[in-house]
């Protein structure tokens, strides 16, 4: 009964442990990680943009909206630099 226990644990931690290729960060997924994150970044800014022309009691939200989308297209042009390198 012991051994039979010691087994089981035994094959529990080796495959809790093993890592399949699937782990594996390429450069590939890093990239659109990336893009994701730009797409995301400059679609809340436009939404903020658009909120802070319609609501002038929220005069801020439109600055942070276009904070957001320089930030965005920054991200973008390193993003197209890198590729081209």
């Known amino acids: ?11 529990y931690s080796s495959t809790r442990l093993r890592r399949g290729p699937w782990h594996e960060l390429t450069a590939a997924t890093q990239t659109v990680g990336i893009v994701g994150i730009a797409v995301l970044i400059l679609l809340i800014g436009l939404v903020l943009l658009l909120l802070g022309v319609f609501v002038k009691a929220v005069g801020f939200l439109l600055w942070l909206g276009v904070v957001l989308i320089v930030i965005a297209i920054i991200a973008a042009l390193i993003r197209f630099i890198r590729r081209q390198v």
């Open 1 to 11: 009964m012991r051994s039979t226990l010691r087994r089981g644990c035994e094959f």
